[in-house]
């Protein structure tokens, strides 16, 4: 049954992710005066990625406890994930609103999760393989959450002051996809004769995904 009560936080969240767009806008270059140098567009795509560096970061700490309370069968960890889901893509949402001209592989990102988000409240993430998998994906992303504060911060500090932070980012992304490939890759091996419609739809939907992944990887070994 779809909770709407669970899709009411998806409108929470904007308004609050909406917000912090306008606040950091006006008070980030009293940090970091090179905010003040950039036009509207580059303004809010800094903003952007560090609001969802801050918001994988606590999804990658709720995480800890939930797998512990996933492995019990507590019932509130489904109300818990769809709660967390909203917020993680409510920033993906309002980044496609509030930032103009994306790439073409960010807008599609943004485009898939907020879609795939927005089913969230009809899963149950115990009983549904497909969900479990989502699951695992966003995790990875959560724990890589230092690459949106990389993509940010670069355009607040010096080059020099950002080389350790690319590279460590590179290298735990690097180590985070090999994971999540893998996981996907051996469910799909593992039940290529009897994957259900939501599985089948779910690996052709994450493949914009895996392309940007891809591509955020490039960058961050260039």
């Known amino acids: 049954?779809?909770?709407?009560?669970?899709?009411?936080?998806?409108?929470?969240?904007?308004?609050?992710i909406?917000?912090?767009?306008?606040?950091?806008?006006?008070?980030?270059?009293?940090?970091?005066?090179?905010f003040n140098n950039y036009d509207d567009r580059r303004q809010k795509y800094i903003i952007k990625n560090i609001i969802k560096s801050n918001i994988l970061y606590i999804i990658s700490i709720l995480s800890l406890p939930l797998t512990v309370a996933y492995q019990y069968g507590k019932p509130e960890v489904n109300t818990i994930i769809r709660f967390s889901g909203m917020f993680y893509v409510a920033?993906?949402?309002?980044?496609?609103?509030?930032?103009?001209?994306?790439?073409?592989?960010?807008?599609?990102?943004?485009?898939?999760?907020?879609?795939?988000?927005?089913?969230?409240p009809m899963i149950d993430f115990y009983d549904s393989t497909t969900a479990q998998l989502l699951v695992i994906y966003t995790l990875a992303a959560s724990y890589a959450y230092n690459v949106n504060y990389y993509l940010g911060i670069r355009f607040l500090k010096e080059r020099n002051e950002t080389v350790d932070l690319k590279r460590e980012s590179f290298y735990i992304y690097l180590m985070l996809c090999i994971c999540n490939f893998g996981y996907h890759g051996y469910f799909l091996y593992n039940n290529l004769n009897n994957l259900s419609n939501c599985n089948m739809i779910y690996y052709t939907i994450i493949m914009p995904l895996i392309y940007d992944d891809f591509k955020l990887l490039q960058f961050l070994y260039r």
Not at 1 to 16: E, N, R
Not at 18 to 34: A, E, M, V, W
Request: glycine fraction near 6%; charged fraction near 10%; proline fraction near 3%.
């Open 91 to 120: 920033n993906d949402s309002m980044g496609l609103y509030k930032v103009n001209n994306l790439g073409p592989a960010t807008t599609m990102h943004h485009l898939v999760s907020t879609t795939i988000g927005l089913i969230t």
């Open 1 to 16: 049954m779809y909770s709407y009560l669970i899709l009411s936080y998806y409108f929470v969240a904007c308004f609050l």
């Open 18 to 34: 909406n917000s912090l767009y306008d606040y950091f806008q006006k008070n980030l270059g009293l940090i970091y005066p090179k």
